[in-house]
């Protein structure tokens, strides 16, 4: 089976960086996904890692290390906007359709 | 280009009754899953289907079940419902085979449920 953990909080400044981690526990990998959830929204995809390293997409970079079952997603220049929850999640080897969430982390920026 | 869209976007009913909840995927998109999220938590899953056929189920009990039509969209239906089974249900597509590991998930507004 899969586990996966983030921190449940976090408190950010506008213009400032941070960095929200994750952890995996799995039998089978086949990439990390993390997405973008404000209240009372859908999830929104932001980025995909399935080699190790980073991955860069404008404001949003995303790390991946397999052998630490590891992730972390880095929002730069944060704007008000990105008070979200931010959502971690592996793809299963044994299913590919199936994405194992973790709870979310919620980020909330303030001014 | 449309998303994905669910119906209804809001739901109450009682213990013990049945719902169907509906689910059209992104044009092009030919696999469509459903996942359960409960407040505070993560999207939890129920189904995938790929081209009609089922391709993966998730530890939810036998009064859950899904099936996917000819056009690609999906039905999930709940019987007996338990008190428990209130959540917003949402519903996915991705582009591309049911192994292709690197496409995201699209997801819908999804559908409130409220059982009581």
């Known amino acids: 089976g899969q586990n996966i953990d983030q921190p449940t909080e976090m408190t950010a400044t506008e213009g400032a960086i941070v960095q929200i981690n994750c952890t995996y526990q799995t039998s089978g990998f086949n990439g990390l996904f993390w997405y973008q959830q404000h209240a009372g929204e859908a999830p929104t995809f932001l980025s995909y890692n399935v080699l190790d390293g980073l991955e860069e997409k404008g404001r949003f970079s995303s790390f991946l290390s397999r052998s630490k079952g590891y992730s972390y997603l880095l929002l730069k220049e944060l704007q008000m906007k990105d008070s979200a929850s931010y959502l971690c999640?592996?793809?299963?080897?044994?299913?590919?359709?199936?994405?194992?969430f973790g709870d979310g982390t919620t980020l909330t920026v303030k001014p | 280009d449309a998303g994905v869209t669910q119906s209804p976007t809001h739901l109450i009913k009682t213990r013990g009754q049945q719902v169907t909840l509906r689910c059209s995927p992104i044009?092009?998109?030919?696999?469509v899953s459903w996942y359960q999220q409960v407040l505070g938590q993560g999207p939890q899953f129920i189904f995938q289907?790929?081209?009609?056929?089922?391709?993966g189920r998730g530890n939810f009990p036998d009064r859950f079940s899904a099936r996917q039509f000819p056009n690609y969209s999906s039905e999930l239906n709940v019987n007996a419902l338990l008190l428990g089974d209130s959540a917003l249900y949402l519903c996915?597509?991705?582009?591309?085979?049911?192994?292709?590991?690197?496409?995201?998930?699209?997801f819908g507004n999804g559908t409130r449920l409220t059982v009581t």
């Open positions: 999640a592996v793809r299963d080897t044994t299913n590919a359709g199936k994405s194992t």
């Open positions: 044009s092009g998109h030919k696999s």
């Open positions: 996915a597509s991705s582009f591309g085979t049911a192994t292709s590991y690197n496409s995201p998930l699209h």
């Open positions: 289907y790929y081209e009609k056929e089922e391709r």
